[in-house]
């Protein structure tokens, strides 16, 4: 079965500041998904990469899939108190519409 | 429904009580998911249906854990004679047929006491 590791596990960054989070899977990737999570809430959807080198962004969040390292990164500009949550990321379980393999999320704190 | 709608939002339950948590899903979504996400974990993949038809029970934990969608709509995941472990916030996720878009609702939190 497919695994997604996350990384970093959780990240403190100041408000203003760039950070960068990585979602590697241990198979090919044939679609990835970034979603956002508030404590005790369910999950917002961000993106999703379905192609090698596709890159995407949604205001300050910007997405990239590197099919061959079968990896993805998230990348957030100028940090702002509403980034604050989990994020995580997902792939198709059976590279069908089958529902989704996560991983277990980066938890982001951002500090005034 | 605008959204992917759960009840309760919370439930405790004593340690041997049958619980049984109600999502229903958009309007017009075939594909219907249960994740359970365990504190500070992702959420882990129980079951699928496409309308009426379990189509994929893989993930559920054990034979305590059941689910139906017995009109193709709303469904129900029953948990009999719960135990500590199967507290966890339980996720349903929805989706048109085919298609790669999901979307979830808020959870239930499920506490065992």
């Known amino acids: 079965s497919q695994e997604l590791e996350q990384s970093p596990q959780s990240l403190i960054v100041q408000e203003g500041k760039n950070l960068t989070i990585n979602c590697t899977s241990s198979?090919?990737?044939?679609?990835l998904y970034w979603y956002k999570q508030k404590y005790g809430e369910g999950l917002i959807f961000l993106m999703m990469?379905?192609?090698?080198?596709e890159e995407k962004s949604h205001e300050k969040i910007t997405a990239k899939l590197d099919e061959k390292k079968q990896q993805s990164s998230l990348h957030i500009t100028a940090s702002q108190p509403s980034h604050a949550g989990i994020y995580l990321c997902?792939?198709?379980?059976?590279?069908?519409?089958?529902?989704?393999?996560f991983g277990k999320g980066t938890h982001l704190i951002i500090q005034p | 429904g605008a959204g992917v709608s759960q009840s309760p939002r919370y439930k405790v339950a004593k340690r041997g009580q049958d619980v049984a948590l109600r999502c229903d899903p958009i309007?017009?979504?075939?594909?219907l998911f249960w994740y359970q996400q365990a504190l500070g974990q992702g959420p882990e993949f129980l079951t699928y249906?496409?309308?009426?038809?379990?189509?994929?029970k893989s993930g559920l934990p054990s034979d305590r854990f059941f689910a139906e969608r017995p009109e193709g709509s709303v469904s129900t995941l029953k948990i009999q004679r719960t135990q500590q472990e199967d507290s966890a916030v339980y996720l349903c996720?929805?989706?048109?047929?085919?298609?790669?878009?999901?979307?979830f609702g808020s959870g239930t939190r499920l506490t065992v006491v």
């Open positions: 990469l379905q192609k090698g080198g």
């Open positions: 249906f496409q309308n009426e038809a379990q189509l994929d």
């Open positions: 996720a929805s989706s048109l047929a085919g298609s790669y878009g999901y979307t």
């Open positions: 198979k090919t990737l044939y679609g």
């Open positions: 997902g792939a198709a379980r059976g590279g069908g519409a089958d529902g989704l393999t």
């Open positions: 309007s017009g979504h075939v594909s």
